[in-house]
């Protein structure tokens, strides 16, 4: 093979790898609690999260023309500041369990990007009761 072609190979294979490296570095969001946010906040600054918490109740306050939503999560007595621009899902509201990407600032705001509402079941009963089924019944 002319020597050409196989520099012009490998730096095609080469530019392939970095974008891919580089793809999956960029995606990749290391999951945090409200508390350990909240104890160990300077840890975090600028870094790429992704956070699970409940919506305080009344903490939500939205403009809806710019798209521009604060509100507040909770896990126990630990509260993070939450700043979100989107269009918010259906299940957003008071109480609801919220996943959150996005990064946290010195400032002590969670900046999301990204914000998934967890759907509550209201068909799931408060204790699990599971009813035999006729497999179960022996004869």
Not at 24 to 49: C, D, F, H, P
Not at 56 to 84: A, C, M, P, T
Not at 95 to 106: A, D, P, W
């Amino acid at each position: 093979m002319p020597k050409k072609f196989v520099i012009g190979i490998s730096i095609i294979v080469l530019g392939i790898g970095y974008f891919m490296i580089a793809g999956v570095n960029e995606g990749t969001a290391y999951y945090v609690t409200v508390e350990e946010l909240s104890l160990k906040s300077e840890n975090y600054i600028g870094e790429r999260l992704r956070m699970g918490g409940l919506v305080l109740e009344g903490s939500i306050q939205s403009d809806i023309r710019k798209l521009d939503v604060n509100f507040k999560i909770h896990q126990n007595e630990h509260v993070i500041d939450v700043f979100y621009n989107g269009i918010t899902p259906d299940m957003f509201q008071d109480g609801s369990e919220v996943i959150l990407e996005g990064s946290y600032t010195e400032e002590g705001l969670f900046v999301a990007d990204v914000l998934m509402a967890k759907c509550p079941s209201k068909y799931e009963s408060s204790e699990y009761q599971r009813e035999e089924s006729p497999a179960d019944v022996k004869s």
